[in-house]
């Protein structure tokens, strides 16, 4: 089965600092690889997502994600964040060709200003 | 931008009591899904539909659970004897392929 591991519950920022937020899984084969966010009281968006190809990935809000095959591994980054940043992140893994979706436990980010 | 509905945002129920929670996917979506998440809790896969049934389910989705859609626009999914439990957000999905998922903005069942 497959599974998904954030290691951080809860990372607190000040703006223009640097982000990455880690995520391994653990599946045996090909995956699709997604990282959502949900603003307060909103619902679940697609960050960014990798299926194949470049493993570094570029999503919406200067927000990019590397592929590291051999470390089992999806790291979500950001130069430099905004207070309305301030969300909760899921690293989500799918094996390819599945319609499960598995989700880390996310982590929450806060931006003080 | 199209966008998944669900309703109702919350629902109170007494423990033992049928629940439906309904869903409207994006309309060109081909598939469907169910998610829920336990207060403190990861995000869990329920069940996905396609084609008019369901194409994979989780140890979750036993046969307290059913997924139904019923017209051409609506995606159900009931709670046939509600348990405390089963109290969290509850988010429908859909996607136009096993693609990226769009969802809806959940709904909270509170099971007292």
């Known amino acids: 089965a497959q599974s998904v591991s954030q290691h951080n519950h809860h990372v607190i920022l000040s703006e223009a600092a640097s982000l990455e937020l880690g995520c391994n899984y653990s599946?045996?084969?090909?995956?699709?690889l997604f990282w959502y966010v949900q603003y307060p009281g909103q619902h679940l968006q697609l960050l960014l997502k990798y299926f194949s190809g470049d493993p570094l990935v570029k999503g919406i809000k200067g927000f990019e994600a590397e592929f590291i095959k051999s470390k089992f591994s999806f790291n979500l980054r950001k130069p430099s964040v905004q207070w309305s940043d301030t969300a909760e992140y899921f690293c989500?893994?799918?094996?390819?060709?599945?319609?499960?979706?598995?989700f880390g436990k996310g982590t929450k980010l806060s931006v003080i200003p | 931008e199209p966008e998944v509905t669900q309703t109702p945002s919350h629902q109170v129920t007494q423990m033992g009591q049928e629940v439906i929670l309904r869903c409207v996917p994006i309309s060109n979506h081909l598939y469907f899904y169910w998610y829920r998440q336990i207060l403190g809790q990861k995000v869990e896969f329920l069940v996905s539909?396609?084609?008019?049934?369901?194409?994979?389910k989780s140890e979750i989705f036993d046969d307290q659970f059913s997924v139904e859609r019923p017209d051409g626009s609506n995606f159900t999914l009931k709670i046939r004897s509600t348990k405390l439990e089963d109290s969290a957000m509850y988010f429908c999905a859909s996607s136009t392929t096993t693609g990226e998922l769009f969802f809806g903005e959940g709904s909270r069942l509170t099971v007292l």
């Open positions: 989500a893994v799918r094996g390819a060709g599945s319609y499960q979706l598995t």
């Open positions: 599946y045996g084969g090909t995956v699709n």
């Open positions: 539909f396609y084609n008019n049934e369901i194409s994979e």
